[in-house]
């Protein structure tokens, strides 16, 4: 996706909010349906048969006829995709929609005229029942393209995506590997003794958003005052987090660019960052200090990082088991779970080795990538991927 920032009226924008409660309410309708299912019944109705029923409903009730036939079906479509995921295994069940979190929609079918640069920073697209749009031309738009989203973040900005597939980056060729290891107080450190930090907000943003959710709570539910305080608390969130999406961006090209083969932890990182269980009779242990540590792990940007790596640099990067790497000694071997003296501190008893901890665990997981790729004969975008020989496919015929 090539993302650009939408410049929309205030008429234009109240066109694309009747688009997004359409798409929301057709969406709803398909949730809907799905959960009035049971076993025993016939099965929910699919695609084809949800656009026929559309269809009637768009003759029967005119405001929803006076939006676009295009928006409704593809709100449609993509709860269809939704539910494959779901049934694959990849996503969880797709839920209600509720205006203001997630808006957005999706425009297919578009021509080669419908996008248009009117001068250096400024270009035009062609939503409709809403006209031309102007947006922010940052970066070239990829040529052909065929369907774009438009979508309004909670801070009230709103996007416009084309969908196009990046070239992935081409690898240097020198068959380095880098291990990456991911942590809390370190983002990213790299086996080269790299050690990378997500940015995050600054000290007068924190007690600004500290004055902020002070303010929500003792603002009445439903007020003006708190649906202000709550567009204020989206605004410096967002901040946040397009500052660790621009360090992801950057991050991960510049490994694509340098390295051929770069090798992460295999980490489960919904279930490191899930909450602590327990009810209110017998509450779980350090769950005050549990929610901080999650935050933290979702402020480092782990699973976006790796997420843009796959997608820069396909078939070269390399999932490693993440047993035993922060207590493993990079230069003999051994394994100690008291040679790391602190959390910035790693020094081997056996042979003497003395390095920072997280570089100390990005080398073993170099060094473990590097006996896969070894198996395997070497990374796919080096040549021929020869496997070791299955015992099982021995034993066949």
């Given at each position: 996706m090539s993302r650009y920032r939408l410049q929309p009226s205030p008429a234009q924008e109240a066109g694309l909010l009747e688009h997004c409660g359409h798409a929301r309410y057709v969406w709803n309708l398909a949730v809907e349906q799905h959960m009035l299912w049971k076993p025993g019944r016939r099965s929910a109705p699919g695609f084809a048969e949800q656009c026929r029923q559309l269809t009637e409903a768009r003759a029967a009730f005119a405001w929803l006829r006076t939006g676009s036939i295009i928006?409704?079906?593809?709100?449609?479509?993509?709860?269809?995709?939704?539910?494959?995921?779901?049934?694959?295994?990849t996503h969880r069940r797709p839920t209600w929609r509720k205006r203001g979190r997630g808006e957005g929609f999706r425009i297919v079918a578009v021509k080669a005229g419908d996008v248009r640069r009117l001068s250096r920073h400024v270009g035009e697209v062609k939503v409709p029942k809403v006209g031309w749009i102007r947006f922010r031309w940052?970066?070239?738009?990829?040529?052909?393209?065929?369907?774009?989203?438009?979508?309004?973040?909670?801070?009230?900005?709103?996007?416009?995506?084309?969908?196009?597939?990046?070239?992935?980056?081409?690898?240097?060729?020198?068959?380095?590997?880098?291990?990456?290891?991911?942590?809390?107080?370190?983002s990213a450190a790299?086996?080269?003794?790299?050690?990378?930090?997500?940015?995050?907000?600054?000290?007068?943003?924190?007690?600004?958003?500290?004055?902020?959710?002070?303010?929500?709570?003792?603002?009445?539910?439903?007020?003006?005052?708190?649906?202000?305080?709550?567009?204020?608390?989206?605004?410096?969130?967002?901040?946040?987090?397009?500052?660790?999406?621009?360090?992801?961006?950057?991050v991960s090209t510049g490994l694509a660019r340098r390295f051929d083969v770069v090798a992460v932890e295999d980490l489960k990182i919904g279930a490191m960052a899930r909450s602590v269980r327990g009810t209110v009779e017998v509450p779980g242990r350090n769950v005050r200090a549990k929610a901080g540590l999650n935050r933290s792990i979702l402020a480092a940007g782990w699973g976006c990082l790796v997420r843009r790596l796959e997608d820069k640099a396909p078939g070269r990067v390399v999932k490693v088991s993440p047993a035993y790497t922060s207590q493993r000694c990079s230069a003999c071997g051994i394994v100690d779970r008291q040679a790391r003296e602190s959390q910035a501190r790693y020094r081997c008893r056996s042979c003497g080795y003395a390095a920072n901890a997280d570089v100390n665990a990005a080398r073993n997981i170099a060094h473990a990538a590097g006996h896969v790729v070894s198996a395997r004969e070497g990374p796919r975008v080096a040549g021929p991927v020869h496997r070791e020989p299955q015992h099982d496919l021995l034993l066949v015929g």
């Open positions: 928006v409704q079906q593809q709100a449609l479509k993509d709860f269809a995709q939704a539910m494959a995921n779901y049934f694959g295994g940052s970066r070239a738009v990829p040529d052909e393209v065929k369907s774009y989203r438009v979508t309004r973040d909670r801070a009230g900005r709103w996007h416009v995506a084309f969908a196009a597939i990046p070239d992935p980056v081409p690898a240097p060729g020198l068959g380095e590997v880098v291990g990456v290891d991911r942590g809390v107080a370190v790299l086996s080269s003794g790299e050690m990378l930090h997500a940015p995050g907000l600054r000290e007068a943003e924190k007690a600004r958003l500290r004055r902020l959710l002070r303010k929500l709570a003792r603002a009445g539910r439903g007020s003006n005052r708190r649906a202000e305080v709550k567009a204020a608390i989206a605004r410096v969130k967002a901040r946040e987090s397009d500052r660790r999406k621009d360090w992801v961006e950057k």
